[in-house]
Nanobody, 118 residues
Framework: QVQLVESGGGLVQPGGSLRLSCAAS????????LGWYRQAPGNQRELVAS???????KYADSVKDRTSISRDNAKNTVSLQMNRLKSEDTAVYFC????????????WGQGTRVTVSS
């Protein structure tokens, strides 16, 4: 049974930083790119960042200059470091595992809420 368990969400002031973490289990870690999607109220889910097993990364244009994604293949974890947070970063963030065989990731975590507000 595949599980993706996120942690690290919460309330952050504009301009602040946040680190999200996700622990993955129950799957062949090498097969999947791990990533983060987010969904703001009234919006569709969108890719924030992803990273393959070999370390190739992809970022949304809206975050690429202030965000870093990393994964620890020994611990089966993926992390997202976001800096200079803006109110428009407010969303529920989902950890994902993507085999690349479909339009969307194969597996999703339950989501963690990030609120950027003063």
């Amino acid at each position: 049974q595949v599980q993706l368990v996120e942690s690290g969400g919460g309330l952050v002031q504009p301009g602040g930083s946040l680190r999200l973490s996700c622990a993955a289990s129950g799957m062949s870690f090498r097969v999947y790119a791990l990533g983060w999607y987010r969904q703001a109220p009234g919006n569709q889910r969108e890719l924030v960042a992803s990273i393959t097993y070999s370390g190739r990364t992809k970022y949304a244009d809206s975050v690429k200059d202030r965000t870093s994604i990393s994964r620890d293949n020994a611990k089966n974890t993926v992390s997202l470091q976001m800096n200079r947070l803006k109110s428009e970063d407010t969303a529920v963030y989902f950890c994902t595992a993507d085999s690349g065989e479909g339009l969307l990731p194969d597996y999703w975590g339950q989501g963690t809420r990030v609120t950027v507000s003063s």
